[in-house]
């Protein structure tokens, strides 16, 4: 079992920034896939990034260039610093990894991008 709890959330104006965090329990998350996913009213929840084990990146298109992920594995944390927001970001922000065949998700964190 691995319990994910996020923070950093929060409102801010366009083109602003915020850090995200996500800290895991247990001893193996070096080994683990992160990811952040995000969810806005009325729309399906969006994989944004991706940081496997071995430091490989992915984004999604619509925030590529704006958003980084990154670990800190001593801390068993993952990081989301996201730039350049739009109101279109606003969302609340998932936490996800995959273990033992089966999903683990944070509480989110609610990311509001509005003047």
């Known amino acids: 079992q691995v319990q994910l709890v996020e923070s950093g959330g929060g409102l801010v104006q366009p083109g602003g920034s915020l850090r995200l965090s996500c800290a895991a329990s247990?001893?193996?998350?070096?080994?683990?896939?992160m990811n952040w996913y995000r969810q806005a009213p009325g729309k399906q929840r969006e994989l944004v990034a991706i940081?496997?084990?071995?430091?490989?990146?992915n984004y999604s298109d619509s925030v590529k260039g704006r958003f980084t992920i990154s670990r800190d594995n001593a801390k068993n944390t993952v990081y989301l610093q996201m730039d350049s927001l739009k109101p279109e970001d606003t969302a609340v922000y998932y936490c996800?990894?995959?273990?033992?065949?089966?999903?683990?998700w944070g509480q989110g964190t609610q990311v509001t991008v509005s003047s």
């Open positions: 247990g001893s193996i998350f070096s080994t683990l896939t």
């Open positions: 996800n990894t995959y273990l033992w065949g089966k999903e683990h």
């Open positions: 940081i496997r084990s071995g430091g490989e990146l």
